[in-house]
Structure formats: structure tokens, C-alpha cells
């Protein structure tokens, strides 16, 4: 059974810290793509970052880089987006998801075979 669970969503203040973990069950470790997107309200979805498996490439939006950071532990098969320096516009709904095989188009929401549920993350004073 495939499965992505995200975790770590929560409310900061601006220019704070959140960690989000995406973990992943039923999914072969070897030759796939996990990918961050997150929605807003009235907005829509919005890529922030992609890892490959197992070789650890990552890609990030523009918007995002030098703040937001994504990473792996094969060992747990979970993949993790650290955010930094957090903005009220980061206030969204981020998930999780993932693809069967490598995918070139990482960016695309399309690519992408399985979705999490989401997790909501608020930067607000």
C-alpha cells in the first residue's frame, strides 16, 4: 500500500523555523522523484523542491532558494523540507508527493504518481 504521510506543519512567527518530513511506505526507494508543493487560498498549487532517490539531486523554485532545503534519510525512508526565514506569503498548505521512476519535469505537478494530504503551515505575527 503507497503512502505518504507529511508531518511538522504548525504556525511561526515570521522569520522562524519549520520542519516538514514527508514519510514514505510502499514506494521503491530506488529510481523515483519526491517533490514539495504547497497551495494558498485563491492561488494555485505552487512547486518548491524535488530530490531524487536514491542519488540525492535537489531542486529548488526560485522563491524558495537559499531559505527552504530539501533532504533525505534513505535509512527512514522520509524526506524532509527545512524552512527558514519564514514569510507571512509562505502560509499554505504544503504536501508531499512522489513519482514512480525518474522524471525530468519535476516542477510539474503532472509528473508526479502519489500525493500526501497535506500539512498546513501559518507565519503570521
Known amino acids: 500500500h503507497v503512502q505518504l504521510v507529511e508531518s511538522g506543519g504548525g504556525s511561526v512567527q515570521p522569520g522562524g523555523s519549520l520542519t516538514l518530513a514527508c514519510a514514505v511506505s510502499?514506494?521503491?526507494?530506488?529510481?523515483?522523484?519526491v517533490g514539495w508543493f504547497r497551495q494558498s487560498a485563491g492561488k494555485e498549487r505552487e512547486w518548491i523542491a524535488s530530490?531524487?532517490?536514491?542519488?540525492?539531486?535537489?531542486f529548488a523554485a526560485d522563491s524558495v532558494k537559499g531559505r527552504f532545503a530539501i533532504s533525505q534519510d534513505n535509512a527512514k525512508n522520509t524526506v524532509s523540507l527545512q524552512m527558514n526565514s519564514l514569510k507571512p506569503e509562505d502560509t499554505a498548505v504544503y504536501y508531499c508527493?512522489?513519482?514512480?521512476?525518474?522524471?525530468?519535469?519535476?516542477?510539474?505537478?503532472?509528473?508526479?504518481?502519489?500525493w500526501g494530504q497535506g500539512t498546513q503551515v501559518t507565519v503570521s505575527t
Open positions: 530530490i531524487y532517490r536514491p542519488g540525492g539531486n535537489t
Open positions: 510502499g514506494f521503491p526507494i530506488d529510481r523515483s522523484c
Open positions: 508527493a512522489a513519482t514512480y521512476g525518474i522524471r525530468a519535469d519535476y516542477s510539474r505537478g503532472s509528473s508526479y504518481d502519489v
